[in-house]
């Protein structure tokens, strides 16, 4: 049995691994602004980026879902592959969300569903891997949010429940709640921080939900932020300065904002060139933090990396 999502892509799988995007600027304009096609990525090489991180320096990171490679970016576009994770398992297995803290350090979600594997990774600088929590092999692991004292909150879309674990990679269910379960593939989806709560995706319920972290006194509290229909199929989200969130909706082929009180706007669609929109994240470096980029997996057959001028910087790493 293949994972869930991936049955909606299956019949491209067989092609063969391997590297080589070719650069690209492709544009398609809207009322909203100009969608650009940074990277196209290569079917014929098993290159479907789901995983997305930029760090303070602008350097792009892109996780390849059924390869476990790990692509550098760097600003002027130089393309490297820094690290490469074991994702196979017996029911497939994938690389799925990535997240970068303020030293420069990355973390991945391995899917594999194998024991040995199966958790979160850290990636240096360098390249150098390991594995700093190993977690439920019937999980999956989708997205992190690095708080402001370095804990990693991880969403588990199979289960339903947010992961949060240490600096010394301790691991525990912080929440779980039928809010993140999935309807019939995946839940809990992408996770960020805004105003002191954490805000996650429900990919299958079409929800956006707002956490109240609690204390020691009172647990982890979940509530719908929005609901609706424009929503299904939420996937990675990210937030700017003036708390709008933008949410890539992977079974529309859309990206949408969201205001602080729940008003939603579509941005970009299957006209821009979007293909299953994955992960999201704004750009870091000085300068340059309005740009909104994002992953497209490719179900359709258009692999990407993608970015949007906001007008608006996004919030600084923690």
């Known amino acids: 049995m293949l994972t869930r999502r991936r049955l909606l892509f ?8 391997g590297f080589g995007a070719q650069s690209a600027v492709v544009a398609a304009t809207n009322a909203n602004g100009t969608v650009t096609t940074v990277v196209s990525f290569d079917l014929n090489q098993n290159q479907f980026p789901e995983g997305l991180a930029i760090d303070k320096q602008g350097n792009i990171y892109v996780g ?9 970016i760097t600003p002027d576009g130089e ?7 074991d994702v196979s398992g017996s029911v497939g297995g994938g690389l799925v969300g990535l997240a970068v803290d303020d030293e420069g350090d990355l973390y991945a979600c391995d899917a594999s569903g194998r024991s040995p594997t199966h958790g979160i990774w850290q990636v240096d600088r360098n390249g150098a891997t390991r594995l700093i929590a190993a977690l439920d092999p019937a999980g999956f692991p989708n997205a992190i949010a690095v708080d402001r004292n370095g804990d990693l909150f991880v969403t588990d879309s199979y289960l339903g429940q947010i992961w ?4 010394t990679g301790e691991a525990k269910v912080w929440l779980k709640d039928p809010l993140l379960l999935p309807v019939f593939a995946y839940g809990a989806n992408g996770i ?3 105003r002191g709560n954490l805000f996650a995706a429900n990919t299958d319920q079409g929800t956006i939900l707002r ?5 020691e006194e009172h647990p982890p509290h979940a509530e719908v932020f929005v609901e609706s229909p424009l929503l299904v199929g939420a ?3 990210a937030f700017d300065v003036r708390h709008n969130l933008y949410v890539a909706i992977d079974y529309q082929n ?10 939603i706007r579509t941005l970009a669609t299957a006209s821009n060139a979007l293909d299953f929109p994955a992960s999201t994240s704004f750009d870091q470096a000085k300068g340059e933090r309005t740009f909104l980029f994002w992953t497209n997996f490719g179900v359709n057959l258009n692999p990407s990396l993608q970015k949007m001028d906001m007008g608006i910087p996004g919030v600084k790493l923690p």
């Open 192 to 194: 960020e921080f805004d």
């Open 211 to 215: 956490i109240e972290p609690g204390d």
């Open 10 to 17: 299956t019949f491209v799988l067989f092609t063969c691994l």
């Open 164 to 167: 949060k674990i240490s600096r």
């Open 64 to 72: 390849m879902y059924p390869t476990g490679q790990i692509w550098k």
């Open 235 to 237: 996937d990675g989200i």
């Open 254 to 263: 859309t990206l949408v904002r969201i205001s602080p009180d729940g008003e």
């Open 79 to 85: 393309q490297s592959i820094l690290a490469i994770l």
